[in-house]
């Protein structure tokens, strides 16, 4: 079973305005992931911050993360109608292989 | 193009059919994973290899589902008997192995094929 929450399911915003998704997880982890997937290219990776990092960024992007409030969140900046697709955090588990758990994903929606 | 690749990308059979799946992930990765997706969910894993060996299946992975890497570079997910219940996107990922620099690779995702179980 899924052991990743996002919030909100479903986001729409005009484009150029900012976007802001929300993760929480049940396990202790070392890394985070955030991918998006939309029906053009698949699920691709976005961004990946480690335990001991707060902050990220990547371009747009910026992910925090809280390990001891076990949240993370994504924002994208001057969103894009390129940016309408689903965005899912992702973690491995602290030992083992690299087997990810999902989250249940946001749906940005971007308006022209 | 070196990404990895799925094939087919559509499957539609009947139920109680045998379907097949192939995944040739990127070619020097050493790490496929198997995962599933319904719709309106996250992928959830299934199972996982370094290089020819299985490693570990998940519990979703039912007796009617077996996955092969037998050379350690392309992958097969075979299920048997299919249920409507399995009807679902398929995803294969590939990812490098852990080093002393680097403790933690993001994955590749091919794709996907899509299953209907009419």
């Known amino acids: 079973s899924q052991q990743g929450e996002e919030d909100p399911q479903a986001l729409s915003i005009q484009e150029g305005e900012n976007a802001t998704m929300n993760c929480s997880y049940k396990?202790?982890?070392?890394?985070l992931q955030w991918y998006r997937q939309n029906s053009g290219r698949g699920l691709v990776h976005l961004i990946l911050?480690?335990?001991?990092?707060r902050e990220k960024h990547s371009g747009r992007l910026r992910v925090t993360l809280d390990t001891s409030k076990k949240s993370s969140s994504l924002l994208i900046t001057a969103s894009r109608a390129a940016d309408t697709a689903s965005y899912f955090c992702?973690?491995?588990?602290?030992?083992?292989?690299?087997?990810?758990?999902f989250g249940t994903g946001t749906r940005l929606t971007i308006i022209p | 193009d070196t990404g990895v690749s799925q094939d087919p990308r559509h499957k539609i059979t009947k139920r109680g059919q045998n379907v097949t799946f192939r995944c040739d992930p990127i070619?020097?990765?050493?790490?496929l994973y198997w995962y599933r997706q319904t719709l309106g969910q996250g992928p959830e894993f299934l199972t996982y290899?370094?290089?020819?060996?299985?490693?570990?299946k998940s519990r979703l992975l039912s007796d009617r589902f077996s996955a092969e890497r037998p050379k350690g570079s392309f992958s097969t997910l075979e299920i048997q008997r299919t249920e409507q219940g399995d009807s679902a996107m398929y995803l294969c990922?590939?990812?490098?192995?852990?080093?002393?620099?680097?403790?933690?690779?993001?994955?590749?995702f091919g794709p996907g094929t899509r299953l209907t179980v009419t």
């Open positions: 290899f370094q290089n020819e060996a299985q490693l570990e």
């Open positions: 070619s020097e990765h050493n790490r």
């Open positions: 990922a590939s990812s490098s192995p852990r080093t002393l620099q680097r403790d933690s690779y993001e994955q590749y």
């Open positions: 992702a973690y491995p588990p602290l030992f083992g292989n690299e087997k990810l758990t």
């Open positions: 396990t202790s982890i070392n890394n």
């Open positions: 911050i480690r335990s001991n990092e």
